[in-house]
């Protein structure tokens, strides 16, 4: 799969692109950049899939990963993270020991991922050794032309689709629960206590705890007809 | 007839059953109780001559022969045993290999002229005891029980006697202690009684320990314990002669043993007058006539085993000997009547073991059966008189009853004269032989030593039994004089005026006063016993208003029959002596009892028993034979010593001469012991107090019976208590202290182990567990820092570690 | 030791006769599957190193949102080179990596859920500042 001529410029700067956002996400101060930078971040590993010729995945992470996860993030970090700044220059890293430990054990991560990396590359080689396809093989003359009609259409979508749902619906389906069950325990992870108390879901004890803290959550009480 | 002979104990058994079982249970009367009791013992009696009389004299006359009722099956296998090595006898001296004997021991009675003649002693004599009985006892509370008892021991004698095997005879001996102990302590409620009648039977113990050992020794030696089979053995034996002892001497010494517990010879007679406190039956028939002769029918019986042993032989004779000086020099001083007539019984059986242990055994049983008619006579005839003086016993009160009682009088007067030697009484007859064959005999030395104490014990034999009769029937009526009884008497009698106690016959018993027989009736019945009293009174002279009085004839036919018996019933025996006069050495045949008793006496010299197999030939042969032994007799057992008999017969060169000698002797010597007694006693009163001061220690040593009583208890019973007090103290302390200490030991074994456990262990474990706590805590507890991302950085140091280890192999070939 | 970083170093080129530099122009110039694995495993470890290191806890939910991305453009690199070499299940992949996003969704809302709870009991969102659990 080796990526040539255009591929192979857009490749490194999207490359590199996602390294140095990833990178800012983590070093960022504020919070709110940090989400930005992870978005970009995001976005360019979404070039590197359609580089890979994996523009369907492109496009779901695009839309479900940046379009509702980070903005998922960026609500909570609005409702959670307004009061950092103002009080003042908070420390953003842990205390010493910890990121040089941090540090120190990422190093040799690297090492050690690139160490492998290289084994297993160079033993798939082996296994599979170059073939020899010329890039326009790549292209699938049936297809239609692209909006732009440079290009032709590919069949990604259509294969992703099959593949999806013959040999992965029950995965599939498994999936679609485990959103369900997400979306309540969401819900009923980010109630308030009054929201609680309404619904008279509040253990007794906590009630009269919150209730001695703050008095005036009688008015909360559920009416027992 | 004799095949019936098995019923001879039976019927006394199953009366005494009946009454023991059922007579209080249906309020039997006594008439009844008396009934099925002498009728038992009647039938007994009248078995037991007819089966004599046919053994002996009849058609199919199996004499000389023993009659076993196993040979007609009336009899059973009673303790089958298994094999038994034979350890002892000729065999292992000659080295062979032990040879071995099936032991069954069989219940099966044996009719032979020993056993004849006992069985018709015990039930004869016993019969007449029972109809006396029947009178003395009559208002008795446990009239049915002394019945019951009198019934089995009739059982136990006979089974005794009549035993064909020394089990058997076990059986028996044990069975008549142990009546013996019942009916010594009849009166149970009576301290004196129970003393005695343990007494009795502790001491017979100690002599039946002697005896079983003798039985051991017989089985184990002979392989048997059946008669016939012992003494055809036995008599295949070497003779032990002095010096020599072996097996059959320690056979003899063991059952010598049993007959000195059992017929009271030195030194385990204390129990015979102490026994005195039964009821007065039970003295005649028991201690004088029948079970203490059963030592005498043992010796007998073994003869043959006894004749083996000369050392056993001179035991024997000298104890008899010194047992008949020992008792009849106590008798002189006795003032209680019965006591007078048990230390002549002891002295009196002395004689008869005299006579076994010259080798006399036939004289022997025949002074038994002339004792068993005077002694009995004599103890009923004292009864009749305790019965008479309304209790009295002593002598001292007594006298000048031979107004007042005139059958008791004459027939004891029979009795007397009998004791005394008095020709032609029964008693002249037997203790004269017993004399002569002493002065004559060639078995054993010191004949003549023996002859001497029994002439002297003789003498004082005739001088208290007249002083008995000149105290009790003769003289002064002393009852008259003194108030019944001494100071005790007094105040019984004060006591009575006083209304503070109520009268002897009213009571069941009176309490532990040895004079009175408690319970026996005031005369004859009375059957208003209160109105009695008060027309009586009590206190002083008229206590004594109490006149002396016949006795019921219950009572005196029975002494009648004694009486008799006692004058003639020495006809059997009618000595050599006299064969001037009768014309043959044994006159009568069979009927002789030295020649009835033949065929069970054991000749050293033929080393045979004496009879011939075949019937009727015994008188000649027997009558030439008789010379020949004595002579014969000597060189079997060696030579004997100085003999008195032989050393008179060489003096007078004439062997009737000598015998009429010593005949004379007797008579003379008992006649001075009469002249003494009546000198002392009835012509010159006052000299027998003299004397009584001249003779102090003498009288006071005798009147207390040379303190033998004294002596055991000191050096037997309290130091056996000592003892028992010793072993007691050492169990308590010693072996109780040893437990206790053990557990003492333990409780403080187990502190200190606590202790260590505690404090030393448990601090280890603790000190090590503070410590490695105290090393250890706040490592751990540094790792708890509730900071996420240090377990976020401990995960993945465990990731890298993990991948590390799995491509550990390439990696260390990586840095190669 | 050095030896040890031969094989990183070849990383950067790719086999070629030619010298070393132009070895790695010409693996810069045409980059092959290990290209993609290297960045993505960097990306991991930038993620890997936000976890570890930032106070914030929403950054360190975007840290682990870098983890998982990372790990997508693993399966898509592979995804590629396993359909050109002729792999049957070439597109399975693509598939995992669907999914992925899905649970990374679904982990995102319940997470801040989390997160949201959390900052209304404590008032705070440094994560230091959360350590009932210190002995």
Known sequence: MTLSGYEALFFWIFGLAAIF??????????????????????????????????????????????????????????????????????????????????????????????????????????????????????????????????????????GVGNNLYRYGSLPFEIASVLLLVAIIGSVMLARTLKQEASADDVDPETLQEELARDPELVNLEPRIE | MYKYIWLVPLLPLIGAAINGLLGRKFRFSERLIGGIAVGT??????????????????????????????????????????????????????????????????????????????????????????????????????????FAYMGLFMFAMLVLVMGSNFVMMFVGWEGVGLCSYLLIGYYFDRQEAANASRKAFITNRIGDFGFALAIFGVIAT???????????????????????????????????????????????????????????????LIHAATMVTAGLYMVTRTNVIFQHSQTMLLVVALVGAATA??????????????????????????????????????????????????????????????????????????????????????????????????????GFWSKDEILWKAASTTQIPLGWLVWLVGTIAATCTAFYMTRLVAMTFWGRERFLEAPAGGEADEAHAAAYDKGLTTHDAMRPSAGDRPRHEPGEHVGPVHEDVAAHVATHGHGGHEHGAHMPHESPPSMWVPLAVLALLATIGGFVGIGPAFRSVTGTEHPGGRLHIVTWLDPIIWNPVTREFNATEGAGHEAPATETAHPAPVEAAATVYGNTGFNLAHSVENTTHSEPATEWIFILISLVVAGIGMLLGGLFYVWRPQLAGIWTQRLRPLYVASYNKYWVDEFYGWAITRRTMDAARAVYSFDAKVVDGIVNGVAWLSRLFSRIVGGIDKYFVDGIVNAIAAFIMRLMSPLFRAAQTGFTQNYALVMVLGLMLAVAIFFASDIATAFR | MLSFFNPVLALLQQESERGQVSQMVKAAAHPDLSKFLVIGALLFIIGVAGVLTRRNIIVIFMSIELILNAANLNFIAFSRYLREVGSVNALAGQIFTVFVIVVAAAEAAIGLGIVIALYRNKETIWVDEIDLLKW
């Not at chain 1, 430990?101 to 690139?114: D, E, H, K, P, T």
């Not at chain 2, 016939?228 to 072996?246: M, R, Y």
């Not at chain 2, 008189?385 to 004891?412: A, N």
């Open chain 2, 222 to 284: 002979f392989g048997s314990a059946q008669y016939v089979d012992v003494f055809n053995q036995a008599k295949t034996f070497p003779i032990e002669l002095l010096g020599h002892w072996g097996i059959l001497s320690w056979i003899a010494l063991g059952l010598f043993v049993g007959a000195c517990g059992k017929s009271a010879q030195l030194p385990l007679h204390v129990w015979l007058p102490d026994a005195m406190a039964g009821p007065t039956p039970v003295s005649a």
């Open chain 2, 325 to 426: 000086i020992f008792a009849a020099t106590i008798g002189i001083t006795q003032n209680d009547i019965k006591k007078v007539l048990a230390y002549s019984t002891v002295s009196q059986l002395g004689f008869m073991f005299m006579a076994c242990g010259v080798g006399a055994f036939a004289i022997g049983i025949f002074h038994v059966m002339t004792h068993a008619f005077f002694k009995a006579l004599m103890f009923l005839g004292a009864g009749s008189v305790i019965h008479g003086m309304h209790h009295e016993q002593d002598m001292r009160r007594m006298g000048g009853l031979k107004k007042y009682m005139p059958y008791t009088y004459w027939t004891f007067l029979a009795g007397w004269l009998a004791i005394c030697g008095i020709i032609p009484f029964s």
């Open chain 2, 41 to 146: 013992v009647a039938l007994s009696f009248l078995i037991s001559v007819a089966a004599v009389y046919s053994y002996g004299f009849g058609g199919n006359a199996q004499w000389p022969n023993p009659y076993l009722t196993s040979q007609d099956g009336f009899s059973f296998n009673w303790i089958p045993s298994g094999a038994v090595a034979i350890n002892q006898g000729a065999h292992i001296a000659s080295g062979e290999a032990p040879r071995f004997a099936l032991l069954n021991i069989e219940w099966s009675y044996q009719l032979d002229p020993l056993s004849s003649v006992f069985m018709l002693i015990v039930s004869g004599v016993g019969l007449c005891i029972f109809v006396f009985a029947t009178g003395y006892m009559h208002g008795e509370t446990g009239f049915y029980r002394f």
């Open chain 1, 21 to 158: 956002a990833g990178l800012l996400t983590v070093m960022a101060r504020n919070a709110v950049h940090s989400a930005l930078f992870l978005i970009s971040s995001l976005v360019s590993v979404a070039a590197l899939f359609v580089l890979a010729h994996a523009e369907f995945i492109a496009g779901v992470q695009i839309l479900v990963y940046v379009g509702g996860v980070m903005v998922l993030f960026l609500f909570v970090i609005m409702l959670v993270n307004v009061g950092a700044e103002e009080r003042g220059r908070e420390e953003i890293f842990n205390n010493q020991r910890q990121v040089t430990a941090a540090l120190i054990f990422c190093l040799l991560l690297v090492a050690g991922v690139l160490y492998a990396v290289n084994r297993g590359y160079s033993g798939l080689q082996i296994l599979h050794p170059k073939p020899e396809v010329p890039a326009e093989q790549q292209v699938d003359p049936s297809q239609p032309k692209t909006a732009t009609g440079s290009s032709q259409a590919t069949k990604n979508s259509e």
